[in-house]
């Protein structure tokens, strides 16, 4: 029930409740006898006022239920809201830590990155320049190197007997003998070919890497091959796998020249092939000398054994002297035990006194 509907049903029963007022405090001047209609009308206003005064009753019984109610879904209702709210919180500053967690991390990698360019900007000055470039191709080859082969297997910056400084020798057994690797990176012909917007300028930095190439591995072979010195052939560097590919996919003539020569070109792969290669050699090299060791070993344990052979037989014949002197003396000791038995068993009968004993009785028995 609403709150006008109550209001309205106040106001009806307040109207009958004074009607019925009226009614029972009106008396007729004219007699004093009350009129039927009217007791009975007085009557039906009692019952309804009576009715009314219940239903107010249990109206406002009613309304202070759902007011009680109302305060118990208010007070739950408040409730909830605070753990909502309380849990939004606390949702709210795990995402607000989380959100400072990463971007601690993004301003992390921002800071990364800024080095990574730095360290870009630097690489690029070291190209730039012709002796730090090729200082940047001997670190990279010197790593590949130590990586792979022991430290006794190779030499870097090296001076060879013509005054010439290798920068990594191949300590290698003869044949093939020592092997001389060089580093080169001929940029600007690359550069040159990198920046070619026509077909006619590619070609002609096409040209200019390959002379650049030819002129690397000439000078190779005319420092780094010395007969008697270092072996027939030997190796160029180039510390770029793109270069490398250009060179067998456009210019292959510049690597059957190489071959001509006698100077391998190899890239960062090919290179660790390569010195798989000669750590397997000087593996092979080194079995080789570790089993002309193992003969001369066996050789002499074989001499050993010979001379334990012979010295065991000698022992042997020893034991079996040894062993026939110990039967001849069980031979000895089994007839002194027989000759001591039959004393042992020897009986002498009682002889008359005025009896002579036979001149050769006795003696005989006693020293058999």
Same mark, same amino acid.
């Given at each position: 029930?609403?709150? !006008?509907?109550?209001?309205?049903?106040?106001?009806?029963?307040?109207?009958? @409740?004074?009607?019925?007022? !009226?009614?029972?405090?009106?008396?007729?001047?004219?007699?004093?006898?009350?009129?039927?209609?009217?007791?009975?009308?007085?009557?039906?206003?009692?019952?309804?006022?009576?009715?009314?005064?219940?239903?107010?009753? +249990?109206?406002?019984?009613?309304?202070? *239920?759902?007011?009680?109610?109302?305060?118990?879904?208010?007070?739950? /209702? %408040?409730?909830?809201?605070?753990?909502?709210?309380?849990?939004?919180?606390?949702?709210?500053?795990?995402?607000?830590?989380?959100? +400072? *967690? %990463?971007?601690?991390?993004?301003?992390?990698?921002?800071?990364?990155?800024?080095?990574?360019?730095?360290?870009?900007?630097?690489?690029?000055?070291?190209?730039?320049?012709?002796? #730090?470039?090729? $200082?940047? @191709? *001997?670190?990279?080859?010197?790593?590949?190197?130590?990586?792979?082969?022991? =430290?006794?297997?190779?030499?870097?910056?090296?001076?060879?007997?013509?005054?010439?400084?290798?920068?990594?020798?191949?300590?290698?057994?003869?044949? =093939?003998?020592?092997?001389?690797?060089?580093?080169?990176?001929?940029?600007? @012909?690359?550069?040159?070919?990198?920046?070619?917007?026509?077909?006619?300028?590619?070609?002609?930095?096409?040209?200019?890497?390959?002379? $650049?190439?030819?002129?690397?591995?000439?000078?190779?072979?005319?420092?780094?091959?010395?007969?008697?010195?270092?072996?027939?052939?030997?190796?160029?560097?180039?510390?770029?796998?793109?270069?490398?590919?250009?060179?067998?996919?456009?210019? =292959? #003539?510049?690597?059957?020249?190489? !071959?001509?020569?006698?100077?391998?070109?190899?890239?960062?792969?090919?290179?660790?092939?390569?010195?798989?290669?000669?750590?397997?050699?000087?593996?092979?090299? %080194?079995?080789?000398?570790?089993?002309?060791?193992?003969?001369?070993?066996?050789?002499?344990?074989? #001499? &050993?054994?010979?001379?334990?052979?012979?010295?065991?037989?000698? /022992?042997?014949?020893? !034991? $079996?002297?040894?062993?026939?002197?110990? %039967?001849?003396?069980?031979?000895?000791?089994?007839?002194?035990? +027989?000759?001591?038995?039959?004393?042992?068993?020897?009986?002498?009968?009682?002889?008359?006194?005025?009896? &002579?004993?036979?001149? +050769?009785?006795?003696? =005989?028995?006693?020293?058999?």
């Amino acid at each position: 029930m609403s709150g !006008f509907d109550f209001l309205l049903f106040v106001l009806i029963g307040a109207f009958i @409740g004074s009607i019925t007022v !009226f009614f029972l405090g009106r008396k007729s001047p004219q007699t004093t006898q009350e009129d039927p209609a009217i007791a009975e009308i007085r009557g039906q206003l009692a019952q309804l006022a009576s009715a009314a005064s219940g239903q107010q009753q +249990s109206l406002s019984s009613q309304l202070h *239920e759902q007011s009680k109610k109302l305060e118990d879904q208010l007070g739950t /209702l %408040r409730q909830h809201m605070g753990q909502s709210l309380h849990m939004q919180t606390q949702t709210t500053n795990e995402n607000l830590t989380k959100l +400072s *967690e %990463r971007l601690a991390v993004i301003d992390q990698a921002n800071q990364h990155i800024s080095a990574l360019n730095n360290q870009v900007t630097q690489l690029h000055n070291i190209l730039s320049n012709k002796t #730090e470039r090729g $200082a940047f @191709g *001997e670190v990279q080859l010197e790593n590949l190197v130590r990586t792979v082969l022991p =430290p006794n297997a190779f030499e870097f910056q090296m001076t060879l007997s013509n005054g010439k400084r290798a920068d990594c020798v191949l300590k290698l057994p003869n044949p =093939p003998g020592d092997i001389i690797i060089d580093a080169k990176f001929p940029l600007e @012909g690359w550069r040159a070919l990198q920046a070619a917007d026509s077909e006619s300028e590619r070609v002609l930095a096409r040209k200019q890497l390959a002379l $650049a190439v030819r002129g690397h591995v000439k000078d190779i072979a005319d420092k780094y091959i010395i007969p008697g010195e270092t072996a027939e052939s030997a190796c160029m560097f180039l510390p770029s796998e793109a270069v490398y590919a250009e060179l067998h996919a456009h210019l =292959p #003539e510049v690597i059957e020249d190489s !071959f001509k020569k006698r100077i391998w070109i190899v890239s960062p792969t090919t290179m660790m092939a390569t010195l798989n290669t000669v750590r397997a050699i000087l593996r092979d090299a %080194r079995m080789r000398e570790q089993t002309a060791v193992i003969q001369g070993e066996i050789g002499k344990m074989i #001499e &050993d054994v010979t001379r334990l052979d012979k010295r065991v037989d000698n /022992l042997n014949r020893h !034991f $079996a002297a040894a062993q026939q002197d110990v %039967r001849d003396i069980q031979i000895s000791t089994g007839k002194i035990t +027989s000759r001591g038995e039959k004393i042992e068993s020897f009986e002498v009968e009682d002889a008359p006194a005025d009896t &002579d004993l036979p001149a +050769s009785t006795a003696k =005989p028995d006693l020293l058999r």
